[in-house]
């Protein structure tokens, strides 16, 4: 192979390793999520509003939404895919609103809200490291 034919081929810096296993990391997430969402839709669980056809409209709305979508995301994330993080933050977004927004209704689970803003938070830095490494380099 002559010496022009050949590509120089980057080693992922560790800001990009992390990032690809904080993506996997929340693909399973994703995953248990939708998992617990289709849960609630199919009624595996006792409870009085733990089957789609009991349920108030607005847990049906949110959750059909949310039982489509992270599990959607979770593929994305895994597959590293752009898109994976789009899905992710449209779930996150709409659980943040329905837990923050309208307590009433949802309930407020902290615990969900937090996560989502950690990760957030994490994924947010590691772009901007990531980016300045970049611009650095050139």
């Given at each position: 192979m002559s010496s022009q034919?050949?590509?120089?081929?980057?080693?992922?810096?560790?800001a990009e390793g992390a990032l690809a296993w904080l993506h996997r990391l929340v693909a399973v997430y994703c995953?248990?999520?939708?998992?617990?969402?289709?849960?609630?839709?199919?009624?595996?669980?006792?409870g009085l509003t733990w089957r789609f056809d009991t349920m108030p409209i607005t847990w049906q709305a949110a959750s059909v939404l949310l039982?489509?979508?992270?599990?959607?995301?979770a593929i994305g994330l895994w597959m590293l895919a752009s898109?994976?993080?789009?899905?992710?933050l449209i779930?996150?977004?709409t659980e943040i609103v329905m837990y923050?927004?309208?307590?009433?209704?949802?309930?407020?689970?902290?615990?969900?809200?937090?996560?989502?803003?950690?990760?957030?938070?994490?994924?947010?830095?590691?772009?901007?490291?990531?980016?300045l490494q970049r611009k650095r380099i050139t």
């Open positions: 034919a050949r590509i120089a081929v980057a080693a992922p810096t560790m995953l248990l999520f939708g998992i617990l969402y289709w849960i609630r839709l199919i009624g595996l669980n006792d039982a489509v979508f992270f599990p959607f995301a898109w994976g993080p789009v899905l992710w779930c996150a977004i923050v927004g309208f307590p009433q209704i949802y309930g407020f689970r902290i615990g969900a809200v937090a996560t989502h803003c950690i990760v957030a938070a994490l994924y947010l830095t590691l772009r901007l490291v990531i980016y």
